[in-house]
């Protein structure tokens, strides 16, 4: 149990265009879902905070315009980069928390954004 | 200074060995700590849990949380060439808030 997908598993986009990421809770409800950013040999860096039906909480330095998230459901979260950039490409992950186990995230396995 | 931190290694054992991760933080109010397995271009599984000090044991693995000094460890008795990945400390401060992450360790099992 506890199974988070995303898709898609990888994406290469052109400069300037705007990709989609999707998180998805198989198995159960997530109250909470979290957006992290990896670069290459360092660590998972939160990016935002989503609860099902209000707005993401964004980390400082976190573009909200840029990285739009919406939580529209308990087992569906997106991220949308929009006009993306180079330096946007990196390895997205999410987490999502269930409400019968507050203390542990299930990560789903990540998507890998290259932007040309 | 970062609040976590991590030796990135990398760290190169033969099959068999114990080893040994590390890592230290600043923020006294962390609480949960936890340690994750990352394999290349996968997402982290968890692989132990422990809420404030003390010892956690699993199967081959122990995970040890010393608040007085903001240290916590884990132990990898019996090295398997499996368990080659990269280890992830991460810690928060309440339970259902966001972790903060080390930069991980990458460990390589020769068999």
């Known amino acids: 149990g506890a199974v988070v997908s995303q898709h898609p598993s990888w994406v290469i986009c052109k400069s300037g265009t705007s990709v989609k990421i999707e998180c998805r809770s198989l198995?159960?409800?997530?109250?909470?879902m979290f957006w992290y950013r990896q670069f290459p040999k360092q660590s998972l860096m939160l990016m935002a905070t989503?609860?099902?039906?209000?707005?993401?909480?964004?980390e400082q330095g976190v573009e909200k315009d840029k990285f739009l998230i919406n939580h529209a459901s308990l087992t569906l979260s997106t991220l949308t980069v929009t006009s993306a950039h180079p330096e946007d490409s990196s390895f997205y992950i999410c987490?999502?928390?269930?409400?019968?186990?507050?203390?542990?995230?299930?990560f789903g396995p990540g998507t890998r954004l290259t932007v040309l | 200074q970062k609040e976590v931190e991590q030796d990135p290694g990398p760290l190169s054992v033969p099959e068999g060995a114990i080893v040994s991760l590390n890592c230290t933080y600043s923020?006294?109010?962390?609480?949960?700590f936890m340690w994750y397995r990352q394999y290349s271009r996968k997402g982290p599984e968890l692989l132990m849990y422990?809420?404030?000090?003390g010892n956690k044991e699993d199967g081959r693995f122990t995970a040890q949380v010393d608040k007085s000094s903001k240290y916590i460890s884990l132990f990898i008795r019996d090295s398997q060439p499996s368990d080659s990945a990269t280890y992830l400390c991460?810690?928060?401060?309440?339970?259902?808030?966001?972790?903060?992450f080390g930069k991980g360790t990458t460990l390589s099992v020769s068999s």
């Open positions: 991460a810690m928060s401060e309440q339970a259902g808030t966001a972790l903060i």
């Open positions: 422990t809420y404030s000090s």
């Open positions: 987490s999502a928390l269930t409400s019968g186990r507050a203390d542990e995230q299930f």
């Open positions: 989503s609860n099902e039906g209000s707005k993401a909480t964004y």
């Open positions: 923020n006294s109010a962390f609480q949960y």
């Open positions: 198995d159960f409800q997530a109250t909470t």
